[in-house]
């Protein structure tokens, strides 16, 4: 399985747009990218998943470029709520399971 | 997500002991996983399951046994509990027709201290 690498921690403030990203340098053909929420003491919660170019939801959207070793997500506006642990994930559809890395530590201040 | 349980919550246990986490899911999953979380890092895979019949080792299962008892029940044993298996612990649920079967939907979470 692909290893994933992102930052540790950011910082950002409420109404603001934040990007984190992630890079997965082994990515293949048969893995999507995955990011999740979690907030402490919860199990992670699934946020959105692409394999290439651009996908967007409700609450989110990921970048992946057409070599898709890395990977952006980016959330707009966030608010105080959307402090939380967010996990870029490489799923292999083949082997039907990921690696979750240690994940980037978002901190929405006032 | 309410339609994956785990018990208990929380337990107490003491080194050598034997411990079984149970997790089940009302989401008619054929996938289920459980993982481990120490503080500060993110989940490491124990097990997982794709069916009835169907049981697989992940990163870190030394320790650990399971058993898919039905689709619906996933359990996890510690046969003799060792102070580093404290951690919290996680059942997760998937659709292989859904997402391509990525989109895990985790449990509360049992929260073990091996004493």
């Known amino acids: 399985l692909a290893k994933t690498t992102q930052p540790i921690s950011m910082d950002s403030y409420e109404g603001q747009e934040v990007n984190i990203t992630c890079s997965h340098n082994?990515?293949?053909?048969?893995?999507?990218i995955t990011w999740y929420q979690q907030f402490p003491s919860q199990g992670p919660r699934f946020i959105i998943q692409g394999y290439k170019t651009k996908v967007t939801n409700e609450v989110a959207s990921l970048f992946i470029p057409a070599d898709r070793k890395s990977s952006t997500l980016s959330l707009p506006r966030v608010s105080l709520s959307d402090t939380a642990v967010y996990y870029c994930l490489v799923f292999n559809t083949n082997a039907g399971k990921s690696t979750f890395g240690d994940g980037t530590t978002l901190t929405v201040k006032p | 997500d309410a339609d994956v349980t785990q018990t208990p919550r929380n337990r107490i246990t003491k080194t050598g002991k034997r411990i079984m986490l149970e997790c089940s899911q009302t989401?008619?999953?054929?996938?289920m996983y459980w993982y481990r979380q120490d503080p500060g890092l993110g989940l490491q895979l124990i097990y997982y399951?794709?069916?009835?019949?169907?049981?697989n080792k992940g990163e870190i299962s030394d320790g650990y046994s399971v058993s898919r008892q039905a689709q619906a029940k996933f359990s996890l044993s510690l046969e003799s509990a060792i102070p580093n298996q404290t951690a919290l612990y996680f059942c997760?649920?998937?659709?292989?027709?859904?997402?391509?079967?990525?989109?895990?939907?985790f449990g509360p979470g049992t929260r073990l201290t091996v004493l």
């Open positions: 989401k008619g999953h054929d996938r």
């Open positions: 399951s794709f069916d009835v019949k169907d049981i």
């Open positions: 082994n990515i293949a053909t048969n893995d999507y």
């Open positions: 997760a649920t998937s659709d292989p027709k859904d997402r391509a079967g990525n989109e895990q939907f």
